[in-house]
């Protein structure tokens, strides 16, 4: 069984930084693909950035250019990135590990808010 544990959100003002993380224990973490997706109030559930075994990442449209996915395979630990935020960046931000096709695992949700 993978639990994945997330930290890191919070309140910040408009250009503001956070950095998530999230720690999966009881994985082969290092084989895995991985992803942040986002859900804001009254909208469905968005991919926004993912990164493959081999460190190759991929971002929405969105937030390219302004968020950062990494991973650490030492840590069990995938990390989020977000610089330059905005207020549309505002969300339950949800780490997940795809283990395949038919198993997934979700991390609890961290709340982000930017407003002044």
């Known amino acids: 069984q993978v639990q994945l544990v997330e930290s890191g959100g919070g309140l910040v003002q408009p250009g503001g930084s956070l950095r998530l993380s999230c720690a999966a224990s009881?994985?082969?973490?290092?084989?895995?693909?991985l992803t942040w997706h986002r859900q804001a109030p009254g909208k469905q559930r968005e991919l926004v950035a993912s990164?493959?075994?081999?460190?190759?990442?991929n971002y929405a449209a969105s937030v390219k250019g302004r968020f950062t996915m990494s991973r650490d395979n030492a840590k069990n630990t995938m990390y989020l990135q977000m610089t330059g935020l905005k207020p549309e960046d505002t969300a339950v931000y949800y780490c997940?590990?795809?283990?395949?096709?038919?198993?997934?695992?979700w991390g609890q949700g961290t709340q982000v808010t930017v407003s002044s």
């Open positions: 009881g994985s082969n973490f290092r084989l895995d693909f």
């Open positions: 997940n590990l795809v283990r395949s096709t038919v198993l997934q695992y």
């Open positions: 990164i493959d075994s081999s460190g190759n990442t």
